[in-house]
Each structure stands twice: as structure tokens, then as C-alpha cells.
């Protein structure tokens, strides 16, 4: 899985890279947990991954609370998870995950760049085939742990054999079926693991490659769908640049 890795290692660094966008798209995840499971993050083990990828991601302690308490407010927003999938500039399968409350106005925006960038957005699960869908945790390694025996603990839930180690970062991240997210969730903290990061992700399953120029035209792209507030996530099966140069 050290392929999956690097991917997502290199699309992370490019969709988190804006410290405001990235507080936004993480208050709207904590509404929607609030909603469904409550604000106490003991009871809510969705919203206490979501504390631990705000950590992760240096949001301030206050803002984590505010979101909190604006989520249990009622004029909050009732957010849906809809998906958007088409194909942009130079063949390049382009996977759009957002959080909106307003669809009208969300596919729109998303059809707007599809357009301004000469792609064609096709319907929802058309191009689903292209990108595993899976449920991403990270953890601290703790000392002496065996990691097989982990993997073989967790193979009912669809957890992956390989695996991915951060030496330096003393972290260990595994993938495993995006159904199975709340129980190996708590599988992992009832065997005292500290999760630092929970997450869903789309790992494309064919990488394209493709020049300079194109990278450059369907990056572009990206930056502007993110752009929008709707937006929390856009995948593409573009070859990361370092495989490109490797």
C-alpha cells in the first residue's frame, strides 16, 4: 500500500494547504457528527476521531469548541454528503466529494468548472469503478506491538494486510473497508491506541500519467473546485508528480 500512501501524502499537502479552507471543511464534518451522535465526544466516537484530525491539522482549541456549540444550535445547517464525478481536461477522472446544504447551488458551482475546463460531468457513480473507496486511521505505534497480529485482529473488518509506518513520526496508518469505520475505531481504542487521524479517502486504482502542461491545466482545476465551500475533497487519477519523476 505504499503507493496509496504517497498518493494520498501528495494530494493532502495540496488539499489542506489553505489553513482557513481547512478549518471550514472540518466545521461542517463536526456539525454533521454533532447532529447524528450528540456534542459530548465520549458518547460520539465519530466526533472524537474528527477532535483528533483537528489536532492533527492545528485547528485551534476554541474554534473545535465553537463548532461544537454552533452545531447544536437551531439555525445550523442541515448538511448532505453528495458526490460529484466526471472527467476534466486530458481524459483525467475527477472524483468531487462535498457537504452542502444546498444542492441546487452545489452542482452548479462543481458543473461551472467542469465546463470552464472543457471535462464533462457524468452521474453520480459513473466513474466509481476508478477509485477504491476506503476508511484511512492513524495511530501511535506503541512499543513491542505486533503489528501482523494487529492486521490478523482486524481482517473481519476488511482491514488491509500492508500497512504504512511513519519511523519518524512513531505512526502507524492502515486502510480498511469504509463500513467498518466505527469498529475499527473501537477496536483500536479499546486495545489503548492513540488514534491521530480518522478519515474516508478515494485511491485511484489507475494512475495516468501526464505532462508538465497537462499537470499544470488540471491542477488549476482542482484549485478552483476547492474554492468552493461546498467542496471538501477532490481526487483525480492523476500520477503524483514524484512517480512521474521517478
Same mark, same amino acid.
Not at 494520498?8 to 479552507?21: F, L, S, V
Not at 468548472?113 to 477509485?131: C, R
Not at 485511484?204 to 500519467?209: R, T
Given at each position: 500500500?505504499?503507493?496509496? +500512501?504517497?498518493?494520498? /501524502?501528495?494530494? $493532502?499537502?495540496?488539499?489542506?494547504? &489553505?489553513?482557513?479552507?481547512? #478549518?471550514? $471543511?472540518?466545521?461542517?464534518?463536526?456539525?454533521?457528527?454533532?447532529?447524528?451522535?450528540?456534542?459530548?465526544?465520549? *458518547?460520539?466516537?465519530?466526533?472524537?476521531?474528527?477532535?483528533? *484530525?483537528?489536532? %492533527?491539522? *492545528?485547528?485551534?482549541?476554541?474554534?473545535?469548541?465553537?463548532?461544537?456549540?454552533?452545531?447544536?444550535?437551531?439555525?445550523?445547517?442541515?448538511? /448532505? !454528503? @453528495?458526490?460529484?464525478?466526471?472527467?476534466?481536461? &486530458?481524459?483525467?477522472? @475527477? #472524483?468531487?466529494?462535498?457537504?452542502?446544504?444546498?444542492?441546487? %447551488?452545489?452542482?452548479?458551482?462543481?458543473? =461551472?468548472?467542469?465546463?470552464? +475546463?472543457?471535462?464533462?460531468?457524468?452521474?453520480?457513480?459513473?466513474? =466509481?469503478?476508478?477509485?477504491? &473507496?476506503?476508511? @484511512?486511521?492513524?495511530?501511535?505505534? /506503541?512499543?513491542?506491538? !505486533?503489528?501482523?497480529?494487529?492486521?490478523?485482529?482486524?481482517?473481519?473488518?476488511?482491514?488491509?494486510?500492508?500497512?504504512?509506518?511513519?519511523?519518524?513520526?512513531?505512526?502507524?496508518?492502515?486502510?480498511?473497508?469504509?463500513?467498518?469505520?466505527?469498529?475499527?475505531?473501537? &477496536?483500536?481504542?479499546?486495545?489503548?491506541?492513540?488514534?491521530?487521524?480518522?478519515?474516508?479517502?478515494?485511491?485511484?486504482?489507475?494512475?495516468?500519467?501526464?505532462?508538465?502542461?497537462?499537470?499544470?491545466?488540471?491542477?488549476?482545476?482542482?484549485?478552483?473546485?476547492?474554492? #468552493?465551500?461546498?467542496?471538501?475533497?477532490?481526487?483525480?487519477?492523476?500520477?503524483?508528480?514524484?512517480?512521474?519523476?521517478?
Amino acid at each position: 500500500m505504499g503507493r496509496a +500512501f504517497e498518493y494520498r /501524502k501528495a494530494t $493532502k499537502m495540496k488539499r489542506w494547504g &489553505h489553513m482557513a479552507r481547512t #478549518f471550514t $471543511k472540518l466545521g461542517k464534518q463536526i456539525a454533521i457528527a454533532v447532529k447524528a451522535g450528540g456534542p459530548e465526544p465520549e *458518547n460520539n466516537p465519530t466526533l472524537r476521531a474528527l477532535i483528533a *484530525n483537528c489536532k %492533527r491539522e *492545528n485547528m485551534p482549541k476554541d474554534n473545535v469548541d465553537r463548532a461544537i456549540k454552533n452545531a447544536m444550535g437551531k439555525d445550523q445547517s442541515d448538511y /448532505k !454528503d @453528495v458526490t460529484y464525478e466526471g472527467y476534466g481536461p &486530458h481524459g483525467i477522472a @475527477v #472524483f468531487v466529494d462535498t457537504l452542502t446544504d444546498n444542492t441546487t %447551488r452545489t452542482v452548479a458551482d462543481v458543473r =461551472s468548472i467542469f465546463n470552464k +475546463f472543457s471535462g464533462n460531468l457524468g452521474t453520480q457513480g459513473s466513474l =466509481s469503478f476508478l477509485f477504491d &473507496h476506503k476508511c @484511512v486511521f492513524t495511530f501511535k505505534k /506503541k512499543d513491542g506491538i !505486533d503489528m501482523d497480529e494487529l492486521i490478523l485482529d482486524l481482517i473481519d473488518y476488511g482491514v488491509e494486510d500492508e500497512y504504512d509506518e511513519d519511523e519518524e513520526a512513531g505512526e502507524v496508518t492502515i486502510y480498511g473497508s469504509p463500513t467498518s469505520f466505527s469498529d475499527i475505531q473501537k &477496536h483500536l481504542e479499546a486495545d489503548g491506541f492513540e488514534v491521530t487521524g480518522a478519515e474516508f479517502t478515494r485511491i485511484p486504482n489507475d494512475l495516468k500519467a501526464v505532462t508538465p502542461e497537462e499537470r499544470a491545466t488540471i491542477e488549476k482545476m482542482v484549485d478552483k473546485l476547492e474554492e #468552493f465551500e461546498d467542496v471538501q475533497t477532490v481526487y483525480t487519477n492523476m500520477m503524483p508528480e514524484e512517480d512521474t519523476e521517478a
